[in-house]
């Protein structure tokens, strides 16, 4: 599957955004998803993750009450929205998708297959 990241930009602390991220193929459907980011001279960190129905979701305790991970199958799209962003938000957002048929919902790296290319959000303060 491939996947295409959009959606970045630059806003204001406080203000919103909502990332998308579209994959290619019939099989979206089959892979929990996940969004990613990288701050600068920082490692790539978990951000938020949802199966592969929606129903369920997970999130990194510095999200958690702010971004909101969503998918529309139908679409191929997974989004995260992104509201009260603080300057430490700042990051490149990756989306990433995981195989398997099993039910927990991965934050690793290593756990997930295929990756979109990045969009840079950018919150001033």
């Known amino acids: 599957v491939q996947l295409q990241a959009s959606g970045g930009g630059l806003v204001q602390a406080g203000g919103s955004l909502r990332l998308s991220c579209a994959a290619s193929g019939r099989t979206f459907s089959t892979y929990r998803m996940g969004w990613f980011r990288q701050a600068p001279g920082k490692e790539r960190g978990f951000v938020a993750a949802?199966?592969?129905?929606?129903?369920?979701?997970y999130y990194a305790d510095s999200v958690k009450g702010r971004f909101t991970i969503s998918r529309d199958n139908a679409k191929n799209t997974v989004y995260l929205q992104m509201n009260s962003l603080k300057p430490e938000d700042t990051a490149v957002y990756y989306c990433a998708a995981a195989r398997g048929i099993k039910s927990y919902l991965p934050v690793a790296e290593y756990e997930y297959d295929y990756w979109g290319q990045g969009t840079q959000v950018t919150v001033s303060s």
């Open positions: 949802i199966s592969r129905s929606g129903g369920s979701t």
